[in-house]
């Protein structure tokens, strides 16, 4: 959990910062209200200590700032004024809760915990998979009743990943969630801790593989091993086939959102009695036309394309410029009658097929064991490899002269005398000197790695291996999928849409940044730097176009790829899209496949013709 700590007492900053650190807490330090109000804004934390006197923005000033701005994390206010007046003074401008200086630390770290507790943070729950337990309350780790003895950030990885079954970390994420601001190490630091863990874990009984490698993005939790495995995710060597991306996450946005839907609809029974009374007024019909423009762009997105529908047809009418006949309003009456026995009804479980969001790369493998090339053909797919098996240099040289790999992974030994791998790692170099070579062999001796180095291959791969180890190795030589690590900006006023869009790419290994509030749009631009935007067209205040325009006419945004959400597909709204300088559009309900694959594949397309002009110049 990141806690961002405002004080400016360098001794008691940093005797917090050794508290928090030891109880798995990750913290950032800001040593004035200023520079607090900034981070808490731009970084996402779920916790602010914060110190009453501190100099530039007072505790209580940047309180009220925060909460008038909208933030809704937990703030917990350290101060050394006791008296009732003050207390109330700070629990009015914003302050969940007090601590009073002096404090006892086992005290200060029991209301962290509740109030992290009550905003969701962490649960009082323990953690589990399979055999595996993590009790966040005391902070221990156990398989089958035992301790496991981890360090510091390797309990704080567990928890990441126990906390999170449906993300996949990429390590760039991984940094930013374990390491304070500014004291990140390099990634190949997070490389080395996941690698630890694992041998941690095996040691102490766990055999199953906890954490798995998602080439090219990163990593995540696999699914335990007492869950139960359907027919259709196992290939033909039985082995468990990477199951579809599922919508789990969005399933959960619904969860959290149903109750919104609700209160939507009753705002236009609202309006359904008042019409049916004669007295409709111009509010209420406004702020019933802004909620059903909301549901018909989001319930088909959430497991109730039935009700997009509806809430579309009720939109209509409620946009008509002259008074509604009886014909009209009795239509509009059985609308919302529908619509809200459409929400009694069970939403439309999601289930996405694959999308094709990551680079596939061509295997040549040549060697003559038939087991080990099963084992990884069976695995390939999930590396986004595409794999060829070649069992002796010949064939090895006829698939070779067909089409040229990516990457080669060769043995040095075969059955004959006359074969060795040596030759052959001779000719691809010379031939095709950018091909990276990993030499996957039993022979392990000075004189053959000296000759693989002299040759020019990138990797030596002692036998025996696992075929993680294997992959491992050969996603080291090859280049990472452009479309990895990107910031994507939402703009929606509807926080539904805007939670499920974030629930669609966050799995992706997208950073998504949201905002309801278009008014800040160049505000939040200008401090994110996303690589992509996806605006919504009808929003009050300032609309999608109007953003558009405003992007078109800069100088250093001009070529900003745009994505626009729509409910209105005709050619006329379409056309002053475009007009506005949109690069491509969605219509609503959004579909998850479809979103993802315009939104990666527009990154990709940007960077690779940014990366082509470089080249040029």
């Not at 009790?135 to 390797?154: F, K, M, Y």
């Not at 008042?274 to 509010?283: S, V």
């Not at 990138?458 to 910031?487: G, N």
């Not at 605006?535 to 109007?546: A, Q």
Request: aromatic share 6%.
């Amino acid at each position: 959990m990141k806690i961002l700590l405002v004080e400016d007492d360098v001794l008691l900053s940093t005797a917090l910062f050794e508290l928090l650190s030891a109880n798995h807490y990750t913290i950032d330090i800001a040593s004035n209200g200023q520079a607090g109000l900034e981070l808490a804004l731009s970084t996402e934390y779920e916790l602010i200590l914060l110190d009453w006197l501190i100099p530039k923005l007072d505790g209580i000033t940047l309180c009220r700032q925060l909460r008038k701005q909208g933030y809704r994390k937990s703030i917990l206010l350290l101060t050394g004024k006791n008296s009732n007046a003050d207390i109330v003074a700070g629990l009015d401008a914003g302050a969940d809760d007090y601590v009073i200086k002096p404090f006892d630390p086992e005290a200060l770290l029991a209301r962290i915990r509740s109030l992290l507790r009550r905003n969701g943070a962490i649960s009082s729950s323990i953690l589990t998979w399979g055999n595996l337990c993590l009790d966040p309350s005391a902070g221990r780790v156990t398989c089958n009743q035992q301790e496991i003895l981890l360090t510091a950030t390797e309990y704080k990885l567990l928890e990441l990943f126990l906390q999170n079954p449906d993300r996949i970390f990429s390590r760039a994420v991984i940094l930013d969630r374990l390491w304070g601001f500014g004291d990140a190490p390099t990634e190949n630091a997070v490389t080395t801790h996941i690698k630890d863990l694992r041998k941690k874990l095996k040691t102490a009984g766990i055999a199953e593989e906890l954490l798995e490698t998602v080439y090219g993005m990163g990593y995540r939790i696999k699914p335990a091993p007492n869950r139960l495995i359907s027919v259709g995710e196992k290939n033909q060597h039985g082995k468990n086939k990477p199951s579809p991306k599922d919508m789990t996450s969005v399933n959960r946005v619904l969860e959290r959102f149903r109750n919104s839907f609700v209160g939507q609809v009753a705002v236009l029974e609202q309006a359904k009695t008042a019409l049916l009374a004669g007295n409709l007024n111009e509010d209420l019909q406004q702020n019933a036309l802004r909620e059903a423009h909301k549901l018909a762009g989001s319930m088909g997105s959430f497991g109730y394309p039935e009700g997009s529908r509806l809430a579309r047809k009720i939109e209509h009418l409620l946009l008509e410029d002259s008074l509604l006949s009886p014909e009209q309003i009795s239509n509009f009456s059985q609308l919302v009658t529908a619509l809200q026995q459409e929400l009694t009804k069970p939403a439309v479980t999601f289930t996405a097929p694959n999308v094709p969001m990551k680079q596939t790369y061509r295997l040549l493998v040549i060697d003559n064991d038939t087991m080990l090339t099963k084992q990884l053909q069976a695995e390939a797919d999930s590396w986004g490899i595409r794999m060829k098996v070649a069992p002796n240099l010949a064939t090895a040289r006829s698939l070779f002269s067909l089409k040229t790999p990516d990457a080669v992974l060769l043995d040095l030994s075969f059955t004959t005398a006359e074969e060795d791998g040596l030759i052959l790692l001779s000719e691809i170099v010379e031939r095709s000197p950018n091909i990276p070579v990993i030499v996957f062999t039993g022979r392990d001796s000075l004189a053959d790695r000296l000759k693989v180095s002299r040759l020019g291959a990138r990797q030596f791969l002692h036998k025996p291996a696992t075929t993680e180890e294997i992959f491992q190795a050969i996603a080291r030589v090859l280049p990472q999928p452009q479309t990895s690590e990107a910031k994507v900006l939402i703009v929606d006023d509807d926080p539904v849409m805007l939670a499920g869009l974030s629930a669609l790419l966050i799995p992706w290994g997208l950073e998504v940044i949201t905002l309801s509030q278009s008014q800040q749009f160049w505000k939040v631009l200008i401090a994110t730097s996303p690589d992509l935007v996806v605006l919504d067209l009808e929003m009050p205040i300032v609309n999608g176009l109007e953003l558009c325009k405003v992007v078109r006419q800069d100088a250093q945004w001009g070529d900003l790829p745009i994505l626009v959400v729509t409910a209105h597909t005709e050619a006329e709204f379409l056309q002053q899209a475009f007009a506005a300088g949109a690069d491509d559009f969605i219509s609503k309900p959004v579909l998850g496949p479809e979103l993802v694959t315009r939104v990666l594949s527009r990154i990709q397309r940007t960077r690779w013709r940014s990366q082509l002009g470089r080249s040029k110049a």
